[in-house]
């Protein structure tokens, strides 16, 4: 699995919506319903997954699924 | 009921007296260790803020506004201000520049205490601020301020039960604010009277600091509690669930008070690792649970037993949990009770510091959120057919009012009566049940109110909406289902659309239409606080039903557009 679908399927079991019907341009917080809350456990599940760090004040800057995948990356790739 | 209050600084000083050498604060710091200030430190550090406080000329009845998030500087500061008899405005970190500005102007604030990450945010409208006299950056000026050798001459004699201690907004960050003035006497019959739930708290007790500060319930329950007991708070190093779990097992955490969102994130996640053990794990968990049922039918409660691994995971030494700021699902209730965890339902309102009435150990109803505290009178207006009507209560915790605002504060509280706005009923014990809701306040999950008056004011400032009505709608799906969300019904402004398209050369088509409308509402929704932008929008062509005065029925949008 890519790192792209492995973390499409945690926002998917995180969130409770199934995998197929996140769109990764959809808006996190508008379109799916996520509030600042639910972030900050996508955030640590992703944390555990990666054993990354994501600092929660990004969580405000994110948007989108690709927006995620993109601050996981880059964290991970340091 | 106790009648012979204390003040705060009165409080404060008995605590010190009495747990002097006992942790009273504890956070961890950027080496992985806890940082912990007994009552004695933390004792010094509010009269050090306090000479701090006069020697800036800072007097009683000023307003000192705090912008910060948990930490132990947070009450170190309000705790500084209370008790030189100044007033604490203390105010959401998550504001946006211009609804700061509007609070901070609507309070007079003559001084800001300020945390550095939020600094550039005050620096913007610090100018426009004519009562501010001086800004006080925490990180950078704190450790200046707390070294100071002058202890205990501070006097709180001049400080009186009825004297305002806080101010805190609860709305109006847009419109006309609502900054619900709290007494010395407000807060501290509250702290007290909270003795039926925390009866059985004392020195050896952990509170988990989860909450924002500046929320009326973190700041009773989560902070005022334990210190009125010589318990200790633990600041949550963040709101990631492994952190809490961390901090938990690290500092034996015996009580968390939360909003029913957080609870159910636990149980989500407790639930999610038994399933991604797989079929064995997941078969045992529900086999667990049956077993669990069955023998609470029978009396017996050994869910701790049988849960002993999730009672180890959140450090194995919870007494129990307390939720409020929201209604919580019953069900979610059943399942931490069938897991041998108690989970204690209280209810109130800034507006009554806040709470009203709670269940307890010894009488905790799923469904209600059990019986008036002692000293408050609760009782329904009006009630139907079914006995539902709006809860009205009375006792030494209704706020003295809104400052500035004498209208709104007319229109809640009549004859020493506040009425709440919620729709409620009582159960053959005597226990209040609350039914749905009377006031249009949108109450998400997080606990955080939502007034639509101050969304509709920021998003109809576009010209392509001509009405829009904002309402709270259930989430129905997704991991807040249950849980109320901002909607909004928006009528286009057809006119100005038509215009617009012409400009741009387009065919204006009922997608477009909707798209740029979210577009909008986007747009200005980003001058509002994150929690309270739209989650869900829907268009009408035809106008709003109103009253005879031309108000819009909300009421009546809501049931047409929740279905």
Redesign the interface.
């Known amino acids: 699995m890519s790192i792209d679908q492995d973390i499409r399927s945690i926002v998917s079991r995180v969130i409770k919506v199934p995998e197929g019907e996140i769109d990764p341009n959809a808006d996190l917080f508008k379109d799916l319903g996520i509030d600042s809350l639910l972030g900050v456990e996508i955030f640590a599940t992703l944390d555990k997954k990666y054993g990354i760090d994501l600092p929660e004040k990004k969580i405000a800057k994110i948007r989108t699924l690709s927006d995620v995948i993109a601050l996981v990356k880059e964290k991970a790739g340091e | 009921m106790s009648t012979d209050y204390i003040t705060i600084p009165q409080m404060l000083k008995e605590s010190a007296a009495k747990f002097g050498p006992l942790a009273a604060l504890r956070i961890k710091d950027g080496s992985g260790h806890y940082r912990e200030y007994s009552y004695s430190d933390f004792y010094k550090a509010v009269q050090d803020i306090g000479f701090f406080l006069l020697k800036s000329r800072i007097e009683k009845g000023d307003r000192v506004a705090l912008l910060s998030g948990n930490r132990p500087e947070w009450s170190f500061v309000y705790f500084g201000t209370v008790n030189t008899g100044a007033i604490i405005v203390p105010l959401d970190p998550k504001l946006e520049t211009e609804e700061l500005f509007n609070l901070l102007e609507n309070s007079g604030a003559k001084m800001i205490f300020c945390s550095d990450?939020l600094m550039p945010k005050v620096l913007q409208i610090k100018d426009r601020l004519p009562d501010l006299k001086e800004l006080v950056n925490i990180d950078k000026d704190m450790p200046g301020i707390l070294s100071s050798s002058y202890f205990d001459a501070i006097t709180s004699d001049q400080v009186e039960l009825d004297d305002i201690a806080s101010i805190i907004y609860t709305s109006g960050t847009t419109g006309s604010p609502k900054g619900v003035m709290l007494t010395h006497k407000n807060i501290m019959s509250n702290v007290v009277e909270i003795g039926p739930i925390f009866h059985m708290i004392g020195p050896g007790d952990n509170f988990l600091s989860v909450l924002p500060n500046y929320h009326a319930f973190e700041t009773t329950a989560g902070m005022f509690c334990p210190l009125y007991k010589g318990a200790s708070i633990t600041y949550a190093e963040?709101?990631?669930?492994?952190?809490l779990i961390q901090n938990m097992q690290e500092t034996r955490v015996t009580i968390l008070c939360a909003v029913p969102?957080?609870y159910k994130?636990f149980l989500?996640?407790i639930k999610?690792q038994v399933e991604e053990k797989g079929f064995f794990a997941k078969a045992l968990f529900a086999c667990l649970f049956l077993l669990s049922r069955f023998l609470r039918l029978l009396h017996f409660n050994i869910g701790r037993f049988l849960f002993g691994m999730v009672h180890r995971t959140f450090g194995g030494h919870i007494k129990f949990f307390v939720t409020g700021g929201a209604a919580i699902d019953p069900s979610i209730l059943r399942d931490f009770d069938l897991m041998g965890f108690t989970v204690l339902q209280g209810y109130g309102l800034t507006e009554t510091s806040p709470i009203l009435s709670a269940c307890t150990i010894e009488n905790n109803v799923f469904g209600s959120v059990g019986k008036a505290l002692p000293g408050i009178d609760l009782k329904i207006n009006d009630p139907d057919s079914k006995s539902v009507g709006e809860v009205m209560a009375k006792g030494p915790n209704i706020m003295k009012g809104y400052y500035k605002n004498p209208d709104a504060t007319y229109e809640v509280i009549k004859d020493g009566w506040f009425f709440t706005g919620d729709l409620g009923m009582f159960d053959k014990n005597g226990n209040l049940c609350i039914t749905g809701r009377c006031k249009d306040v949108i109450v998400?999950?997080?606990g955080v109110n939502v007034y639509p008056d101050e969304v509709e004011f920021t998003l109809s400032k576009s010209p392509f909406i001509k009405e829009l009505c904002v309402f709270g709608g259930v989430?129905r799906?997704?991991?807040?289902?249950g849980t109320e969300?901002v909607c909004a019904v928006a009528v286009p402004d057809m006119e100005h659309f038509s215009s617009w398209a012409q400009k741009h050369r387009l065919a204006l088509t009922d997608d477009l239409i909707y798209k740029k409308t979210g577009e909008e509402i986007?747009r200005l929704g980003a001058e509002l606080t994150?929690?309270k932008?739209?989650?869900?929008y829907f268009i009408s062509k035809d106008e709003l039903l109103k009253t005879a005065t031309k108000k819009i029925k909300r009421f009546l949008v809501k049931k047409m557009f929740s279905s």
């Open positions: 990450d963040s709101l990631k669930s492994y952190n969102l957080l994130l989500d996640g999610r998400l999950g997080s989430a799906s997704g991991a807040r289902s969300e986007d994150e929690y932008r739209v989650s869900k």
